[in-house]
């Protein structure tokens, strides 16, 4: 509350003494997005320029961190994405962790924009810090680029407790598209602690990285030779032959 409070304050003063043409355009765009103003629109098509400068890059943090306005904040993290800087990553990745949905859309798209290795990582800390939204669509960005890295992280979503955020961890492991996936994959329809949707799901994308290496028809092995035994677990046996059989 204390920050948003000075955060306000800064740009207050900015709109007091704002010399330069970034600070009156930034102030000017700021002012009128939060007003739900169409005008916005067109002032930014005429201070594009001056608004995706170096000069405004502070202006935006500033605005990213403090502004009661989610449509604000959207617009400062799109703006920053554009700059291009990395100095706006730490104030993005705190956004994508915490911020409104929408809000967390745009500053995963501006990371992306400005250095996909450090999305990544901001990714991942995402899904192990960030609020559920930040969490689930993160997975989303995660298969998007195929995230090698991201498995263990995402492994470790699958046992959320939360079953729509288990279930887009799943998704995302076979959409990564990686055989490095089939181990967690396999751990997870091996373990009884589980609820038997999760393992079916979890047999199911084994079953979709058939073919991507000799992993997962290990793996599939695996299942079988270790669920046998489980009680009440025939239907989730039958499925894991099966698969397996369609796997070799």
Request: include cysteine; aromatic fraction near 2%; glycine fraction near 6%.
């Amino acid at each position: 509350m204390y920050r948003r409070l000075i955060g306000t304050i800064i740009l207050l003063l900015l709109a007091v003494g704002c010399g330069s043409p970034a600070q009156r355009a930034v102030n000017q765009l700021i002012e009128q997005v939060a007003l739900d103003d169409p005008m916005a629109s067109v002032t930014y098509n005429e201070n594009r320029e001056v608004l995706e400068s170096a000069e405004a890059m502070p202006l935006w943090i500033a605005a990213l961190q403090t502004s009661a306005s989610p449509a604000v904040q959207m617009w400062a993290a799109r703006l920053l994405g554009r700059i291009g800087s990395p100095e706006a990553i730490p104030a993005l990745s705190e956004a994508l962790q915490n911020g409104e949905r929408d809000v967390q859309v745009s500053a995963a798209a501006a990371l992306v924009l400005i250095d996909e290795e450090q999305a990544e990582e901001a990714f991942i800390a995402a899904i192990r810090d960030g609020n559920r939204d930040a969490k689930i669509h993160c997975l989303i960005e995660l298969e998007k680029m195929g995230s090698v890295n991201a498995i263990p992280a995402i492994a470790e979503a699958a046992r959320a407790p939360d079953a729509m955020l288990a279930s887009g961890a799943i998704t995302a492991l076979a959409g990564i598209g990686s055989p490095e996936a089939a181990g967690p994959l396999a751990d997870l329809a091996i373990d009884w602690t589980v609820p038997p949707e999760v393992r079916k799901a979890a047999i199911l994308s084994l079953g979709r990285l058939a073919g991507t290496g000799p992993e997962v028809t290990e793996n599939l092995q695996r299942i079988v030779t270790e669920i046998e035994g489980q009680e009440g677990i025939e239907e989730l046996q039958a499925l894991a032959q099966q698969t397996l059989d369609a796997s070799q």
